[in-house]
């Protein structure tokens, strides 16, 4: 009989050799000329990856959100804006999964689970991140449409995306804030245009966009839940799994530096020996070898209780944080054991470094992190 573990080994050995095979080799690249890695896109499409975690009754694969952590980890591991093309397109495909209405998912979520439609999530703007309930982009009722106007920034899939789950004001006066906040599936027409793309330290290859809303229009049955006044928490809900989708992004790449530092510490020569063989880089490898495991642990324990339908706002918060960190840490130091080469183009480390400050930011920065775990640990000793 095959077991859940049968299918995530099996998962993970494809993923690994279309990792080695298809992804490693153009990782340095494409990442210097900030390329879009169309022909992976494709290949994504069909591994499956635009539906991991779509239900299996609406075209995805279903996996659990453990196994799904696994494999943003594993490709982390060698490069992390491949992720990101398909992790924030399914925080867009959970959001509606939670949130939809029965019409919703059978409309959209077979589309999303094949990259026929592909994209993310619309939230930050140009003065409204972490205080997202600040936002002023605004969508007013018109007739069987709603007219959204206003500017989101930062959207990664901004570009080459088709579709966004858009975060909005329906009623910007309501009190508290959230109750007039609602949750869009916008398709790219007439009215919802690219503004600029955004260039950045690190995180290239995959767009990040200014988006513009003048005068869009998308219909009232495209409001998720079909309800106003729940964007709010619909969004919070699909960050669980994007904290998660973070974290995992950190465990991978805080293991992929520690790999990288191992190999080149056995093989760099000073003073007759292997650095590897000096005691000031052993503590380094130790140390970096013991966050990327501590890393990967917490990881797994937020996705199983996500998966066992808990809450897990502590859970993601406390990997996400210390994962990102750990990535960060970890790429520094990687950047210490390579020496001189490390500020080089023609090694992989310095990329990590640029990339995995990101992971700090994104999905609500590590400050908020900690305010949402020690929040959770006074409402848990209550
Ligand atoms: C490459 C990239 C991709 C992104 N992709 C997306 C995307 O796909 N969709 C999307 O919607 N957004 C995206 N973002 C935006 C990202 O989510 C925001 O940048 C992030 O939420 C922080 O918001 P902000 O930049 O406005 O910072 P601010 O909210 O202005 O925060 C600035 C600083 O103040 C701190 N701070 C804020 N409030 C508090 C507080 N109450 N207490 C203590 N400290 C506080 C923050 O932690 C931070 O250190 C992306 C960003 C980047 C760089």
Redesign the pocket.
Known sequence: MTTDKDIEQQVLTTIDKWVEKELRPIAREFDQADQYPTELVEQMKALGLFGATIDEQYGGLGLSASTYAKIVSRICEVWMAPSGIFN?HLIMASCVQRAGTEEQKTRFLPRFATGELRG?????EPD????LQSIRMVARKAGDDYVINGT?T????GINGNCLAVLTKTDPNADPRHRGMSLFLCEKGEGFTVGKKLK?LG?RSID?AELIFDDFHVSANNLIGGEEGLGFAQVAGGLELGRINIAARGAGMAKGATDMALAYAMERKTFGKPIAEHQAIQLKLAEMSTRAAAAALLVEQAAIKYDQKERCDLEAGQAKFFASESAVQNSLDAMRVFGGYSYSPEYEIERFYRDAP?LC????????QR?IIAKQMVSRAR
Do not use: F, Q, R, V
């Open positions: 924030s993310g999530i619309g939230l930050t409204a991140g972490s205080d989101k930062w959207i990664s899939n950045k995180y990040s990101l930011i994104g999905e609500g920065t590590n400050e908020i305010m």
